[in-house]
């Protein structure tokens, strides 16, 4: 017997090109947050200005991205 559901959506389980790129900056941005936690702790106090940048906007970026893959997705589905 053949599913009386069926699956719309041309490419399943294919991650869209923006949730890709999303995820990937999220997981720059957090590999930057370890670092500047990593070198407070160390005691550095002179931490480089564009890894506290990536720490700070690359990461909610990346969250941002994501989150509008997943709206877009949610409404073509």
């Known amino acids: ?29 957090m590999l930057a947050v370890v670092a500047v936690f990593v070198m407070f702790a160390a005691g550095l106090s002179d931490l480089p200005v564009w890894l506290s940048v990536v720490a700070g906007v690359v990461t909610p970026l990346g969250l941002g991205l994501g989150l509008i893959s997943l709206v877009r997705e949610h409404r073509r589905g």
């Open 1 to 29: 017997m053949e599913n009386a559901v069926r699956d719309k959506s041309p490419a399943r389980g294919r991650t869209p090109a923006l949730m890709r790129v999303g995820i990937a900056l999220f997981a720059v941005g």
